[in-house]
Antibody, heavy 112, light 109 residues
Framework: EVQVVESGGGLVQPGGSLRLSCAAS????????MNWVRQAPGKGLEWVSS???????YYADSVKGRFTISRDNAKNSLYLQMNSLRDEDTAVYYC??????WGQGTLVTVSS | DIVLTQSPGTLSLSPGERATLSCRAS???????LAWYQQKPGQAPRLLIY???SRASGIPDRFSGSGSGTDFTLTISRLEPEDFAVYYC??????????FGPGTKVDIK
């Protein structure tokens, strides 16, 4: 069974940093592109970042230069390093295999 | 960047009725890399349709997708109680950003 499980969310002050992790199982992790998608409270879905199986990386303009996506195929894990966090980064962050299997999300709250 | 517009914003229907949801793109979506998702409160999105018209694994056949270019439609032939939710379209593929539409809420009339 395909599973992706996010962790690492929490409360952080504006300007702070946080690192999200996504543990994958049930599929050949190295063969798939992986994505981070977020959803602010009461709002719609926003694509954040993608990393392909070959390591090609893309970011949404709203996070470019502040967030870094990475993967460790040996550990079947995806990461999102978030720096210079802003109030508007408050959201549930979802990890998704391609876009066909999604985790349950981890909540990031940026507030003083 | 491609912008996706969904209509209507809210669709009020009764169980058993047919639902027709629209997604319009500001530019042509290449190779029909258009997906539809269902999201219920407190849950992650679930992939329903990919490639504009292919049902994802385990999705009932009352869900169907159609369209090409800039105009796409999600149809639910007969609404079941569990189908009342928010539906999003998304442009994906090899050219980011992988934009989502604002969503259509299907609620019980």
């Amino acid at each position: 069974e395909v599973q992706v499980v996010e962790s690492g969310g929490g409360l952080v002050q504006p300007g702070g940093s946080l690192r999200l992790s996504c543990a994958a199982s049930g599929f050949t992790f190295s063969a798939y592109s992986m994505n981070w998608v977020r959803q602010a409270p009461g709002k719609g879905l926003e694509w954040v970042s993608s990393i392909s199986s070959s390591g090609t990386i893309y970011y949404a303009d709203s996070v470019k230069g502040r967030f870094t996506i990475s993967r460790d195929n040996a550990k079947n894990s995806l990461y999102l390093q978030m720096n210079s966090l802003r109030d508007e980064d408050t959201a549930v962050y979802y990890c998704a295999r391609y876009f066909d299997h999604w985790g349950q999300g981890t909540l990031v709250t940026v507030s003083s | 960047d491609i912008v996706l517009t969904q209509s209507p914003g809210t669709l009020s229907l009764s169980p058993g009725e047919r639902a027709t949801l629209s997604c319009r793109a500001s530019q042509s979506v290449s190779s029909s890399y258009l997906a539809w998702y269902q999201q219920k409160p407190g849950q992650a999105p679930r992939l329903l349709i990919y490639g504009a018209s292919s049902r994802a694994s385990g999705i009932p056949d009352r869900f169907s997708g159609s369209g090409s270019g800039t105009d796409f439609t999600l149809t639910i032939s007969r609404l079941e109680p569990e189908d009342f939710a928010v539906y999003y379209c998304q442009k994906y593929g090899s050219s980011p950003p992988f934009t989502f539409g604002p969503g259509t809420k299907v609620d019980i009339k």
